[in-house]
């Protein structure tokens, strides 16, 4: 079954606003890593987080091992940010990474 | 410093056609290589990784195969095309460990008709 759970699907927001995207993993995880995927389809890491709670700019990453989540706060959302961000974790065969099927993200003016 | 180059970058093929995608990383010594593949819409999934030359795993059977001749170079490939191949396909590096990140190509656009 699907090893990665992301959510919401899609956000809506206003410029300013603040965005939380969520992961839940069903299995246990060894590492977990944000990326940023462009309209064309590649993928630019935005925050690599094993474990417990980094900040970098405007972006604020949480991941709880034990609980098996991990979070990317968005402070004071920017049309720039607009796209879809998906998480992805390293399960027990750390060579394997599992991906969420991302969060969709608008942010309006 | 590490750079990770795909070719081609889009590719229309006919079903029943062979293929071959190549990536090669340069700046690093004996990488950790991954291919992935995404449907349109779909979910990124992992095909195959590889920790050293010539040791390829699979991760999930889409008839296709990997190889990797060279330390630095990647190579999937089939000798027939499904529909069921059209999609995204992204290559990726880490070093060795659990705890590594990983840096992705640009990947190649692949569309099967």
């Known amino acids: 079954g699907q090893q990665v759970q992301q959510s919401p699907t899609s956000l809506v927001l206003q410029e300013g606003e603040n965005a939380e995207l969520q992961c839940n993993f069903s299995t246990s995880l060894n590492s977990m890593q944000w990326f940023y995927q462009r309209p064309g389809g590649s993928l630019i890491s935005v925050f690599y987080n094993p474990s417990g709670t980094k900040q970098s700019g405007r972006l604020t990453s949480t991941t709880v091992i034990k609980e098996r989540r991990s979070s990317l706060h968005i402070s004071s959302s920017q049309i720039t940010d607009s796209g879809t961000y998906l998480c992805?974790?390293?399960?027990?065969?750390?060579?394997?990474?599992?991906f969420g099927s991302g969060t969709k993200l608008t942010v309006e003016p | 410093a590490q750079t990770i180059h795909q070719w081609p970058v889009a590719e229309i093929k006919a079903v029943g056609s062979p293929l071959s995608l190549g990536c090669t990383i340069k700046g690093k010594s004996s990488p950790n290589l991954y291919w992935y593949w995404q449907a349109t819409g779909g979910t990124l999934q992992q095909l195959f990784y590889s920790i050293t030359v010539g040791q390829v795993e699979s991760v999930v059977q889409l008839n296709l195969s990997a190889s990797r001749p060279k330390d630095d170079q990647f190579i999937l490939s089939t000798e027939k095309l499904l529909l069921s191949h059209s999609g995204f396909y992204l290559c990726?590096?880490?070093?060795?460990?659990?705890?590594?990140?990983?840096?992705f190509g640009h990947g190649t656009k692949l569309s099967v008709l």
């Open positions: 990726a590096w880490s070093l060795t460990g659990p705890n590594e990140r990983l840096f």
């Open positions: 992805a974790m390293r399960g027990s065969n750390y060579n394997v990474l599992y």
